[in-house]
């Protein structure tokens, strides 16, 4: 039987319910959300932008380091990565190759959204949205890029925020006509608008819960209930383990060791066991006593 792609996982494991796909900051997190049981990781533009380069969302990061992320994560991971491709670095010839590179760096599914440059933090105010049209010509020639016809599209619109949202649904359906697969309605105001989109989308719709925004922080089981496809947690873990860190570095530098926060800590035989470090071992053993 043929190996399934990486899209058409992603497509099979959103057939029966919801899942949830935890951003991750950088490949170790990504092993972890794995080993916790989810069924995708998020490859978010924020939580690299902030965790990898320290620099804020707002277009700075560029796609060669983007799809060295990406790389790195789909080395990592068995279950599909989703990959905030921001707007797709440029027009649409730039779109075309941003597809290209992340499909050739083994992601699921890439997300363009439809903001100008420089771009905004999807639940800032003040972002300013492309024409309609403009948008749809990047999601065509992303559409005509991909070689695997399972590579999930994922059109993110911004307009809810600065045009209302009738237009952030109107531009979505043109979205999908333009040959997009899912779509993702950002910085939704309630609850009732969660709902309007699936009421009247008839697509796949992902949920973005990220924290401290304009969307309130709906369940996994409530937003399943209403028929989204996939839940994005773009920020969360980059928050928890920051704020962590803030701890540990204040007790350090009061007391002047580690000692009472050892029992907070990944211990070194859990980190190596995440890291698969027995398998390199076993490796360099092999290569180094096998037989001549």
Known sequence: MAK??????????????????????????????????????????????????????VGLMTLPELVQQATYLTRSVKIPVIADADTGFGDTVNVERTVIELEA????????????????????????????????AKIRAAVAARRDPNLVIIA???????????????????????????????ALANRKEFEAFVAQ???????NMTEFGKSPLLTADELAEMGYAVILYPVTLL?????????ALATLGAEGTQRDLLEIMQTREELYELIDYKNFEAKDQRYFGGSK
Not at 31 to 54: Q, T
Not at 118 to 124: F, I, S, V
Not at 157 to 176: F, M, N, V
């Open 4 to 57: 399934l792609s990486p899209g058409a996982r992603l497509r099979q494991a959103t057939e029966e319910s919801a899942i949830q796909a935890p951003g991750a900051p950088s490949a170790l997190f990504g092993r972890l959300i794995e080993r916790m049981g989810y069924e995708a990781v998020y490859l978010s533009g924020a939580a690299i932008s902030a965790g990898v380069l320290g620099l804020p969302d």
């Open 105 to 136: 760096a083994g992601v699921a599914a890439i997300q363009l959204e439809d903001q100008e440059l420089p771009k905004r933090c999807g639940h800032l105010s003040g972002k300013r949205i492309v024409e309609t049209g403009v948008m749809c």
């Open 156 to 186: 993110r619109t911004d307009a809810r925020d600065s045009l209302g949202l009738p237009e952030a649904i109107e531009r979505s359906q043109r979205y999908l006509e333009a040959g997009a697969d899912w779509i993702f309605p950002e």
């Open 201 to 207: 989308i008839d697509a796949p719709l992902v949920a």
């Open 239 to 247: 928050r928890v383990a920051m704020k962590a860190a803030e701890a």
